[in-house]
């Protein structure tokens, strides 16, 4: 087992890289519409990594960053939940 290599991923907001596993993963699956929430990094379909906090959060949400990435318009209710997780702090230090 290689546990040094960690993949890296760009947040869409700060273009900066992150461990995968510090970012929150949005994802558009290939059988549905609606762009989701990808908590366990999982899901198949084209997806946008961006910062579990609340400045990359507002960024990307506030200058489309995110729908352009997805190519798809985000959800009222998936803006309002990225938004309480920027705002409720998922990430403990
Ligand atoms: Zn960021």
Same mark, same amino acid.
């Not at 273009?15 to 970012?23: D, G, I, N, S």
């Not at 946008?48 to 318009?73: F, G, I, N, S, W």
């Given at each position: 087992?290689? =546990?040094?290599?960690?993949?890296?991923? =760009?947040?869409? &907001?700060?273009?900066? =890289?992150?461990?995968? &596993?510090?970012?929150?993963?949005?994802?558009?699956?290939?059988?549905?519409?609606?762009?989701?929430?990808?908590?366990?990094?999982?899901?198949?379909?084209?997806?946008?990594?961006?910062?579990?906090?609340?400045?990359?959060? =507002?960024?990307?949400?506030?200058?489309?960053?995110?729908?352009? &990435?997805?190519?798809?318009?985000?959800?009222?209710?998936?803006?309002?939940?990225?938004?309480?997780?920027?705002?409720?702090?998922?990430?403990?230090?």
């Amino acid at each position: 087992m290689n =546990t040094r290599h960690v993949p890296m991923r =760009t947040c869409v &907001a700060c273009r900066k =890289t992150f461990p995968k &596993a510090e970012l929150l993963r949005i994802v558009r699956p290939p059988q549905s519409p609606d762009v989701v929430l990808d908590e366990q990094g999982t899901m198949l379909g084209r997806g946008a990594y961006v910062c579990a906090q609340l400045p990359c959060l =507002t960024r990307a949400l506030k200058a489309k960053t995110l729908e352009r &990435a997805l190519r798809c318009p985000l959800h009222a209710q998936l803006i309002e939940r990225i938004r309480a997780i920027g705002e409720g702090g998922r990430v403990s230090s």
